[in-house]
Antibody
């Protein structure tokens, strides 16, 4: 069974930093593209970042470039999101998601974690 | 990277069909067939229900179907059931390993 479990969310002051973790199991993590998606309270989903299997390629939405860094530890089947210079607009549930790796399913998030709430407030 | 446009809400009676549109641009929906749809119940994580415009993952009921024409993708739920009441989001590859989601649609079963 595929499982993704996020942790590290919480309350942080504006300008502060937070590191989210996502521990995975049930699939070959080291071969999988992974991503982060967020959802502000009462709002829609927003793609945040993507990382390739060996961590050499990283992509992110313009609004977090230079502030958020995605990384991974393949031996520990773990994905991370380092978030710096946080602002109120970053308040959201952050989901860790696995990209589908089967034939014809490119660009698809096939499994999601339960989410980690990040609240940026003074 | 503007969000794809979806209707805010759609509704239908049990057994009826509803269709949700997802309008993007020639740089995302119109250029790629990497369009997926997700169902999200309140307080829960999104769940994949369609990928590659019209493919259903294992376990997703056949009443969910998808199509695309030009810059607009569509999700149709045929034979609406009470458990289909949920929020639905489309998502498209937008080039250079970037993705864009739709604004989301609330489906109400009357």
């Amino acid at each position: 069974e595929v499982q993704l479990v996020e942790s590290g969310g919480g309350l942080v002051q504006p300008g502060g930093s937070l590191r989210l973790s996502c521990v995975t199991s049930g699939f070959t993590f080291r071969s999988s593209w992974m991503g982060w998606v967020r959802q502000a309270p009462g709002k829609g989903l927003e793609w945040v970042a993507t990382i390739n299997p060996d961590g050499s390629e990283k992509y992110s939405v313009d609004s977090v470039k230079g502030r958020f860094t995605v990384s991974r530890d393949n031996p520990k089947n773990s994905l991370f999101l380092q978030m710096d210079s946080l602002g109120a607009e970053d308040t959201a549930v952050f989901y860790c998601a696995k990209f589908c790796s089967g034939a014809g399913c490119d660009g698809t998030f096939d499994f999601w974690g339960q989410g980690a709430m990040v609240t940026v407030s003074s | 990277q503007s969000a794809l446009t979806q209707p805010r809400s759609v509704s239908g009676s049990p057994g009826q069909s509803v269709t949700i549109s997802c309008t993007g641009t020639s740089s995302d929906v119109g250029r790629h067939n990497y369009v997926s749809w997700y169902q999200q119940h309140p307080g829960k994580a999104p769940k994949l229900i369609l990928y590659g415009v019209s493919e259903r993952p294992s376990g997703v009921p056949h009443r969910f179907s998808g199509s695309k024409s030009g810059n607009t993708a569509s999700l149709t739920i045929s034979g609406l059931q009470a458990e289909d009441e949920s929020d639905y989001y489309c998502c498209s590859f937008a080039g250079s390993h970037t993705y864009v989601f739709g604004t989301g649609t609330k489906v109400t079963v009357l």
